[in-house]
């Protein structure tokens, strides 16, 4: 969320910065509101110490019998009540208004983002590996998949509808070895907190990392107003909310392995086949909540920390830097890796690592504090895949696939498999 005294203080910039997220100049009517909030919160004050004058004269005249005085006086307190009452409704009403308004603009991005409408404008920073080259035609993962009776979408269709799958056998112990491996680097070597966190959430956590109020069409509600959470992000970065963080204490790095849900409102078309875009997937997430000046080396740490997973699996990949148009809403500045597959002779996205500054933090009230200082500021936080485990999977799948349709097993996963070095019908 926006601070609105910095609107205040320079619409102009502010204005500057919404353009490049495609929308128009927001400044005057945050302004007009802004100044109506104000008006009311100074009209309930001049009305409560109106009527706290009134009534202290209500007394003195009551006890020298001025019955005049006593009546006109209690009839202004009661008219001066009414005001009360109508300032405060006009305070409430604009200020929900307000913070609405201002849940529902994105961030303000960093000054060295691309400019650019969509991803085509998205920078390559680096590369790793060559592309795969299996000197046979490659097949998809699904193909892979089905032909060896472990991955079963017909199945899933008929009790949950598209975008499921059952996993089954050595692809199943795959996925969970994958999670694994993760969550070991990650936790024994990155310096992640290993936390296990509740999948259900409330609509405070969602507003807290931006996916309320303006996503809740990508999201998937329960009848008891819970959220199933779309990433382990929410309730991670949730944890720093409503309170304030001893700097020295700072950063906290957490991770999390947990299945996600998400409705895929807006990805009619897109990805249809295979597990690239389901409606559950499997992902180890990181999370940093940190200080202002340790923002951005924490975000180029996430960043080789997810790079050392796909180095690990020797799965090729590269580094791009998203431009304005590509940038997520909740997002300064956002590194994207992108996982090299076979069938689609292309990089796809495997994780995305964004910093936030403290966008979030304004939205949970999640403050730090320097020992010696009075004033508490609001921290940062930043949130990234360690990786995406079904887009590992389908990676692994299609890069160490062999042309008689068995699954080479990474060297680094062959200790969570058992020592098993390759998946065979």
Known sequence: MHDIKAIRENPQAFDAAMKRRGLVAQSADLMTQDEGLRAAIA??????????????????????GDEAAFESLRAEVGALKGKIEAAGEDEARIGVELRNKLLSLPNIMADDVPEGADESANEELRTWGEPTELGFAAKDHTALGEALGMLDFESAAKISGARFAFLKGDLARL??????????????????LEVS????????ALIGTNQLPKFAGDQFRTTTDHWLIPTAEVPLTNLAREAIHDEAGLPHRYCAYTPCFRSEAGSAGKDTRGL????????????VITTPEQSAAEH??????AEDVLQ?????????????????????????????????????????????????????????????????????TLNGSGVAVGRALLAVMEN???????????????????????IKS
């Open 312 to 380: 690990r699996l020797k799965l090729p990949y590269r580094v791009m830097l998203l431009c304005a148009g590509d940038t997520g809403f909740g997002a300064q500045k956002t590194h994207d890796l992108e996982v090299w597959l076979p069938s689609q002779n292309t990089y796809r996205e495997i994780s995305s690592v964004s910093s936030c500054g403290d966008f979030q933090a304004r939205r949970m009230n999640a403050r730090c504090r320097a020992v010696g200082e009075k004033k508490a500021r609001f921290v940062h």
């Open 197 to 204: 966190p509740p999948l259900l959430v409330r609509d405070n």
């Open 276 to 287: 690239i875009r389901m409606h559950q997937f499997m992902k180890v997430e990181m999370v």
């Open 400 to 422: 160490y696939q062999r042309e008689d349709g068995s699954i080479e097993v990474p060297e680094v996963l062959r200790p969570y498999m058992g020592g098993q070095g390759v």
């Open 43 to 64: 009209a309930k004050q001049d009305a409560e110490t109106a009527r706290n004058a009134a009534s202290k004269k209500i007394g003195a005249a009551k006890a020298s």
């Open 175 to 192: 996925e969970r070895a994958l999670g694994a491996f993760m969550l070991d680097v990650q936790t024994q070597e990155h310096d992640f």
């Open 300 to 305: 180029q740490r996430m960043t080789n920390c």
